[in-house]
């Protein structure tokens, strides 16, 4: 059983570029989110989802465009890297409902040079 | 706007010491609170909460949520060095219960 699986795990971008982080989970859960930690800080939401085409903004949106249209996919998109986005990202998923664990990806660790 | 306050930032003791973790929030539609251990990789689950005064127990760890005053307490009796990581609350709300969001953590050092 795979549960959440992010992609790439390690990523250097250069300032203005462009790219995808993928969230994949196998466990048809409907909700899902992405996060950034800091150095010392704990989890930041960025944006979440409660169900395949319904997303929603989190704490730091800025810079970030999320969408969902399936159940088991839920891509982060870095619109123009900026060296502020150096971070390490995850990725989690829940089963719908009031009281469920998160599941989390293994992180991607994203350096913005 | 959702709030989670986690206190103390860090905390270090020695092995065999208890140790009390807070963790205060205001969020909206609020259902039940999470708390998850972090060693340097993705954070792995410890308890849920979603009654107040009823604790939960998991060895020397336990934990326990007041929602009439907004917050809960995690404790780990007779700590290890193993127990040294970063400590994470996080309460669940929003639309549809699917909001979760983090405290910043608590840095936890135990020494030999």
């Known amino acids: 059983n795979a549960g959440v699986t992010q992609t790439p795990k390690f990523q250097v971008l250069k300032t203005g570029q462009s790219m995808t982080l993928q969230c994949a989970q196998d466990?048809?859960?409907?909700?899902m989110s992405w996060y950034r930690q800091d150095p010392g800080m704990g989890l930041r939401l960025i944006h979440y989802?409660?169900?395949?085409?319904?997303?929603d903004q989190g704490e730091v949106p800025n810079g970030y465009n999320v969408s969902r249209s399936t159940t088991e996919d839920f891509p982060l998109r870095l619109l123009s890297a900026a060296p502020s986005q150096t971070s390490v990202y995850f990725c989690?998923?829940?089963?719908?409902?009031?009281?469920?664990?998160?599941?989390f990806g293994q992180g991607t660790r994203l350096t913005v040079v | 706007e959702d709030k989670v306050v986690q206190s103390p930032l860090s905390l270090v003791v020695h092995e065999g010491d208890t140790v009390t973790l807070n963790c205060s929030y205001e969020?909206?539609?609020?259902?039940?609170l999470l708390w998850y251990k972090q060693e340097k990789k993705a954070p792995t689950f410890l308890f849920m909460l979603?009654?107040?005064?009823i604790e939960k127990k998991s060895g020397r760890l336990s934990s326990i949520l007041d929602k009439k005053e907004l917050f809960s307490i995690l404790n780990i009796t007779a700590t290890q060095t193993g127990d040294s990581a970063v400590y994470l609350c996080?309460?669940?709300?929003?639309?549809?219960?699917?909001?979760?969001?983090f405290g910043q953590g608590t840095i936890l050092t135990v020494h030999p």
């Open positions: 996080a309460p669940a709300g929003g639309t549809s219960y699917g909001k979760l969001t």
């Open positions: 989690a998923s829940r089963s719908g409902g009031s009281a469920t664990e998160a599941f």
């Open positions: 969020v909206t539609n609020f259902r039940s």
């Open positions: 989802s409660v169900g395949a085409g319904i997303t």
């Open positions: 466990m048809n859960h409907e909700y």
């Open positions: 979603t009654s107040s005064g």
